[in-house]
DNA sequence: CAGTGAGCGAGCTTCCGCTTGACTT
């Protein structure tokens, strides 16, 4: 008989405790969460005090059922969920589900995997903080009723399936406001002046750029002062020399190991936590989803004793960095590798890159800091009060940069400052270029996966474990969508003053390329602009950040949870049934122009199948015409003649083997038709032009490579086809599939081996395709 | 997998936060 039974929330570190903890106790865990509110419902009995209704998870039963057995035949129960909300209410639920005697259960926390942590924690068990769990169960009910009255409030007013929350709905808004600002960005250029000036420092030639301290507006000043500069003499006025000091980055927590990753390995936020994930289930690395910047002293020792090692003594500098992130929970340490003298793994490449990328993070945090010498030139000239400013810095000590430097989100900084050679007050410096290039302005960057995590975090909303679903979650509702996008090459002037001559020149850059960015759709943009007009409380940035600190009263049992439930709820569902029934059905209708062959009105809006042109209207005798619009078009930027090419298809491009070949565009983009078989066109194929030529090629190609992926076609019976997949071989019979077992070898079977296989096999529970459409 | 958008109107959709597997044919 087990004495101790230790549930802790995750598989990984199960396996590792028991190893601490001695063969006195067994240690196991519940997989997060183990209860839930009810999903038919709101789940939350409004008039019985905001009564929670909790069921055991379906997907965790068997868990629940293995755990009750365990804790059966044990003498005491140790609940070691994590030290936060969302653990102790797991602690709770375990305590409820499991049926546990609550005079054999004994609650413990720790933040750090390490034998010593543990044993302390065992040595001081405490009771299950009910303050705290009214504080998750607070936080989990206002999620429910928000999400739950809002959701079907959009069914009705905008179109089914949509869906609102509290994080969500935010993160969106962000989006979308962003992009709003960008389309009413102006962009104004200005001219900025450089000098390049060439001297001989140590007998070789340099070159020393510096910049005007002012830009002109407009080019006449621009060519007034470069004329100026034709007669003028330059001289150094000023060389300041000031000591700096850089400091390490903390360790990685969750959303800042999700940037890095993603500026300096171009990794997306799902992509990094996947590998993660591997790295710590491997024993690899700590935690990866924590909001800690905390590292354990074990880990300190161990980067100082690295850290000795590979750089030496004077490199040697620990700290302990303090989180500033808003409502952080630190229940766990800091993400960093678990053995740090270990630098290199075993593993795939990214995994080998993430890991080195925590490695480098780690150490440099306990590094000593960079001094760096800053030098500012002042160059005077002589005829005009403009000064030329030439900006230089020397690294004096490396410290950390020998390890790791943080990226930056705004990369294209061109101002390399690199070493000035030195240079004394009055000496003349003869110019050999002076050029004026016409800069624009920046509108503000648009969201990559990434930087919308860093904004969340900063504004405290969301939580490490949902970072990821939150990026995934506003795309599969189709509120965003991640693209890259086609720039536009734009002109701009350059003035160069070279040999005494001023030339200028017209030049063309390209601007507004993006890559990977967040843009909204018109789906987004709609549902945002109803919520923010009815719901402003909701959707405002500051709402969770101030329900948070209610929170923290009723875990500080200073007030009641569901009072403040209350509080939140009467005004809430209020607005919600106010919305249901003054608003009016909002589709964000726009007329486009007239039908040139009908005369009659082409609209867009969004319909219930997402955006759609509309020719004609419905209270007509005519019934109007309908097409929805192709992935990338919207109705924002969508012209009369785009619209009304949607109606062209589908069409019939001619015939082909006595049967007619039609091309239109589906769910999944253009496609072909023939003989009830469809065929997808590529990329680069313009659906309204492909010739019928075209079309018999495509149906030939995909003919081809049915053939060479089929292994083996029986005579006797047409439907029975032995074909190669992607996971391998497999028998495909009546539009269903079946696997072959791994003993026989698929060219061999014959039409009775494989009926017998068709007919054992229970026909596999069809994946409930339930898509967005 | 692949045009659907009223008319009649069933029954469905939805939140956030903890955790990993299942196993694709």
């Known amino acids: 008989m087990t004495k101790n039974l230790v549930i802790v929330e995750s598989p990984a570190k199960a396996k590792t405790i028991e190893g601490f903890l001695g ?29 929670p209704q909790y069921i055991i998870s379906p997907e965790k039963k068997k868990v629940v059922n293995d755990l009750k057995k365990q804790a059966k035949d044990a003498d005491t129960i140790w609940l070691a969920s994590d030290e936060d909300r969302e653990g102790e209410a797991i602690a709770w639920h375990l305590l409820k589900a499991l049926d546990l005697n609550e ?11 390490t034998k010593l942590a543990i044993t302390e924690a065992v040595e001081h068990p405490r009771k299950i903080d009910k303050n705290l769990v009214n504080a998750q169960q607070a936080r989990r009910v206002l999620d429910r009723l928000v999400g739950f009255e809002l959701s079907p409030l959009l069914w009705r007013k905008i179109k ?5 929350g509290r994080v969500q709905s935010v993160a969106v808004r962000l989006i979308v406001e962003r992009e709003e600002e960008i389309k009413s960005f102006i962009a104004v250029s200005s001219y900025r002046v450089q000098a390049e000036f060439h001297i001989i420092a140590n007998q070789k030639p340099v070159t020393i750029t510096a910049e005007l ?13 470069l004329e100026k500069c034709k007669t003028a003499e330059f001289t150094v006025e000023d060389v300041e020399t000031k000591p700096a000091r850089k400091s390490p980055a903390p360790p990685f927590t969750t959303s800042t190991l999700q940037q890095e990753a993603s500026r300096k390995l171009g990794f997306s936020v799902s992509n990094t936590m996947r590998i993660a994930q591997q790295l710590y289930e491997s024993g690899k690395i700590t935690y990866m989803r924590t909001d800690s910047v905390n590292l354990s002293s074990l880990a300190l ?9 590979s750089f030496g003594e004077e490199y040697v500098k620990t700290r302990n960095f303090t989180t500033r992130t808003k409502g952080a929970q630190e229940a766990h340490e800091a993400i960093r590798p678990t053995y740090l003298n270990k630098k290199i793994i075993e593993g795939d490449s990214s995994q080998k890159k993430l890991y080195d990328l925590i490695w480098k993070r780690t150490i440099a945090s306990q590094m000593s800091e960079a001094i760096v010498e800053k030098t500012n030139v002042t160059i005077g000239i002589s005829n005009t009060a403009e000064k030329f400013v030439a900006k230089g810095e020397v690294i004096k000590f490396d410290g950390f940069l020998k390890v790791y430097m943080e990226s930056k989100d705004d990369d294209d900084s061109d101002d390399q400052e690199g070493i000035l050679p030195p240079l004394t007050s009055g000496e003349k410096l003869v110019p050999r270029e002076i050029a004026a290039q016409q800069k624009y302005t920046q509108h503000a960057p648009r969201y990559t996966e990434a930087s919308l995590v860093k904004k969340l975090e900063e504004l405290g909303i969301g939580r490490p474990s949902t970072y990821a679903p939150i990026i995934s979650t506003i795309q599969k509702r189709d509120y ?3 693209e890259d996008r086609q720039g536009i090459t734009r002109e701009y002037d350059l003035i160069v003053l070279k040999g005494g001559k001023i030339r200028e020149e017209m030049k063309t850059e390209n601007t507004g390329y993006e890559k990977g960015k967040l843009f909204p759709t018109d789906i987004g943009t709609l549902v945002t602009s109803f919520l923010v007009q009815y719901f402003t409380n909701i959707l405002d940035y500051n709402f969770t950040a101030n329900v948070e600190e209610e929170f923290d009263e009723i875990a500080q049992g200073k007030q009641v949870w569901n ?13 919600v049934e106010q919305t249901m029934e003054n608003s009016k059905k909002v589709s964000g209708e726009k007329l486009l122009g007239q039908d040139p062959q009908s005369g009659e009105n082409v609209y867009v809006k969004i319909g219930r199948y997402g955006p759609m042109v509309q020719i004609g ?11 929805g619009l192709n992935k990338g078009q919207s109705i924002d930027t969508i012209s009369l003649e785009e619209a009304l090419d949607l109606f062209k298809l589908p069409r019939t491009a001619g015939s082909f083997e006595a049967d007619d070949v039609i091309i239109s565009v589906g769910r999944f983009g253009p496609y072909i038709k023939h003989k009830s078989k469809f065929y997808s066109l590529g990329k680069n194929e313009d659906p309204l032009e492909v010739s019928l030529e075209r079309a018999i090629e495509i149906i030939g190609e995909k003919r081809n490579k049915e053939i060479s992926k089929t292994i083996r076609v029986f005579r006797e019976n047409e439907s029975v086809r032995i074909l190669n997949g992607r996971f391998g071989p497999y028998i495909s019979y009546n539009s269903a599939n079946y696997k072959i077992p791994k003993s026989t070898k698929p060219e061999d079977l014959t039409l009775e081996e494989c009926m017998k296989i068709i007919k054992e096999t229970e026909p596999s529970k069809k994946k409930t395709v339930k898509r967005k459409k």
Do not use: W
């Not at 005079?103 to 995997?113: L, M, P, Y």
């Not at 089914?160 to 609102?164: E, G, I, K, N």
């Not at 020792?301 to 090692?309: D, L, P, R, T, V």
């Open 103 to 113: 005079d054999r259960t004994k609650r413990i926390v720790f933040h750090e995997i």
């Open 617 to 627: 209207v419905t209270d007509s005798e005519k019934k109007p015409r309908f097409a």
């Open 213 to 225: 301290n002012k830009r002109f507006n407009v080019k006449k000043d621009a060519l007034a002062f």
């Open 23 to 51: 063969k006195d106790y067994i240690v196991k865990s519940c997989f997060g969460h183990i209860m839930d509110l009810s999903k038919k419902d709101l789940g939350v009995d409004i008039g019985n005090d905001f009564l």
């Open 563 to 575: 009072h403040m439930i209350r509080d939140f709820y009467t005004p809430f569902h209020n607005q």
């Open 301 to 309: 020792s161990m980067a100082k004793e690295e850290i000795k090692k």
């Open 480 to 482: 965003v969508v991640r």
């Open 160 to 164: 089914p399936s949509l869906s609102a």
